[in-house]
Nanobody, 126 residues
Framework: QVQLVESGGGLVQSGGSLRLSCAAS????????MGWFRQAPGKEREFVAG????????YYGDSVKSRFTISRNNAKNTAYLQMNSLKSEDTAVYYC???????????????????WGQGTQVTVSS
């Protein structure tokens, strides 16, 4: 498994921006797709964004399309989530995840991912 550490969460006003980072412990993470999920209080964890191992393909959840951007820097073993135009409904704990197998095809479902970070809180005030 890969150890993942998220950072960059915090409190921001509605309409503001934050950038989350996910640092991986192993260089081989460059061969794994990465994803971001979030879980709000009382709700199930939901898919936010995913990116394949090379960064050439990305997917987004419907609620964040056109506002969030996922990216990665394989030289730094790090994935990012740029969040713009934040809304109060974006308030949640955000989790970074690494794909279960290298060069795998799926990276949108929770079951596609085998390693998870501890989460970082994002709170958007209205």
């Amino acid at each position: 498994q890969v150890q993942l550490v998220e950072s960059g969460g915090g409190l921001v006003q509605s309409g503001g921006s934050l950038r989350l980072s996910c640092a991986a412990s192993r260089r081989t993470v460059s061969t794994y797709a990465m994803g971001w999920f979030r879980q709000a209080p009382g709700k199930e964890r939901e898919f936010v964004a995913g990116i394949n191992w090379s960064g050439s393909t990305t997917y987004y959840g419907d609620s964040v399309k056109s506002r969030f951007t996922i990216s990665r820097n394989n030289a730094k073993n790090t994935a990012y989530l740029q969040m713009n135009s934040l809304k109060s409904e974006d308030t949640a704990v955000y989790y970074c995840a690494a794909q279960r197998v290298p060069y795998g095809l799926g990276f949108k479902a929770e079951t596609d991912f085998g390693s998870w970070g501890q989460g970082t809180q994002v709170t958007v005030s209205s």
